[in-house]
């Protein structure tokens, strides 16, 4: 049977696509992390996805890519987090 997932059914697929974020970084996949949190970000991009953003964005560091890129996913974790300092300070 093919049916939308509730909400709390949604809100588990999406901690465990976070947490398979997470294991690619300590993995050094860095593309599949990227892979992971661009799919995550396309059916969900609201607020409560800034660990998405912000492991992508170390995914994307990691992998060299432009200080534009890296800068721009650090603002967009900067203003979710509200001036968190534990993610702030790992930024910036």
Known sequence: KNSVPSAA???LQLQCSVNLMACYL???EFEECVNEGS???S???GTANAKAYYRR???YKELGLSCAIV?????CVYKLYCNRS????RVF
Request: aromatic fraction near 12%; avoid cysteine.
């Open 9 to 11: 059914g949604r809100a």
């Open 26 to 28: 300590k993995l050094g």
């Open 39 to 41: 799919e995550v970000l």
């Open 43 to 45: 059916y969900d991009s």
């Open 57 to 59: 964005g170390q995914a």
């Open 71 to 75: 800068y721009s996913f650090s603002i």
């Open 86 to 89: 534990e993610v702030t300070g």
